[in-house]
């Protein structure tokens, strides 16, 4: 399939889309897709305020703070994505309408109203396709080294969310594949200091999420998908005690047998592509 030529959109001199820090530990990945709050110079401040910009529809609060403790802990691998959400969402299907949403939390963005397909493709191959290529490498390297990384996706929550409190601290999110997240919601709650999620605020949705489903579960890989409420982890001191924790519960059950196995759960049915052919997700020309 031939692609159209998407619009230049990051400048030589701007950040890069993705950003990898090594680790030694290769037998973890530690992954952020909504790292970072920043826009595109090109995009302006796609018509938000400043405290919309910096609030949860712009990126997870907290979550790099998190992530990285959570890679120094383990001395694993991180990648982490270097632009905000708004402008495309790493961790959506990027052909769909959610991945640039023209509304998010009830607030108008109107950077993304609009937005025709060769701005969009614009997104997509300076941003996401970069951020999971990365991702995509490192762990086909350590599959060739005969390494099975366990696949760790760190995301923080809104505390409110369509008038609901929500008090889950530390939510796992998963599906059909228990062997991380069962003996990590047991460990959770034995500590007796954590309101844990057992899929609570969000699963892990086949269709919807993209980073897990597609680079750990196409993998067999063993995984988990973390979110932390994004009001406990407000500082980068804050962020790294609630990372201390998982960390803590995740080593007092590290090494359960399987967790270096693959394991398959997806059907033909679900529709988790897995192919790594990222550049279907550009327009025909």
């Known amino acids: 399939m031939t692609v159209r030529e998407p619009l230049?959109?990051?400048?030589?001199?701007?950040p890069p889309p993705v950003r990898v820090t090594p680790g030694e530990n290769w037998s973890w990945l530690v992954v952020c897709d909504h790292a970072s709050r920043r826009f595109p110079r090109a995009l302006g401040e796609m018509g938000l305020s400043d405290a919309d910009s910096r609030d949860h529809i712009a990126w997870d609060i907290g979550g790099l703070d998190a992530?990285?403790?959570?890679?120094?802990?383990?001395?694993a691998p991180l990648i982490e994505c270097g632009y905000s959400r708004l402008v495309i969402d790493c961790n959506r299907y990027?052909?769909?309408h959610d991945a640039a949403p023209e509304v998010s939390d009830r607030r108008r963005i109107p950077g993304n109203e609009d937005?025709?397909?060769?701005?969009?493709d614009a997104r997509v191959a300076e941003i996401f396709i970069p951020y999971h290529q990365a991702i995509a490498a490192h762990l086909d390297a350590a599959l060739a080294k005969g390494i099975r990384p366990v696949f760790l996706s760190v995301h923080t929550c809104t505390a409110r969310m369509g008038g609901k409190d929500r008090p889950w601290e530390i939510g796992v999110g998963w599906t059909r594949d228990a062997r991380t997240a069962a003996p990590l919601l047991a460990a959770l709650e034995a500590r007796g200091d954590v309101v844990v999620g057992d899929n609570e605020p969000y699963g892990l949705d086949l269709g919807l999420d993209f980073t897990t489903p597609e680079h750990a579960m196409t993998r067999?890989?063993?995984?988990?998908?973390?979110?932390?409420?994004?009001?406990?982890?407000?500082?980068?001191?804050t962020a790294e005690a609630w990372a201390d924790k998982l960390f803590e519960a995740i080593t007092s059950i590290e090494d359960q047998a399987g967790w270096r196995q693959e394991d398959h759960h997806l059907t033909e049915s679900d529709g988790i592509l897995g192919d790594g052919n990222l550049d279907r997700f550009l327009s025909p020309r």
Do not use: C, Y
């Not at 230049?8 to 701007?14: F, G, T, V």
């Not at 937005?115 to 969009?120: E, F, H, K, T, W």
């Not at 067999?220 to 009001?231: K, P, S």
């Open 220 to 237: 067999g890989l063993a995984h988990l998908q973390i979110e932390f409420r994004n009001d406990l982890v407000t500082t980068q001191e």
């Open 115 to 120: 937005l025709s397909p060769q701005a969009r």
């Open 8 to 14: 230049p959109l990051l400048a030589p001199d701007e």
């Open 67 to 75: 992530a990285r403790r959570l890679a120094t802990r383990l001395n």
């Open 94 to 96: 990027p052909h769909k």
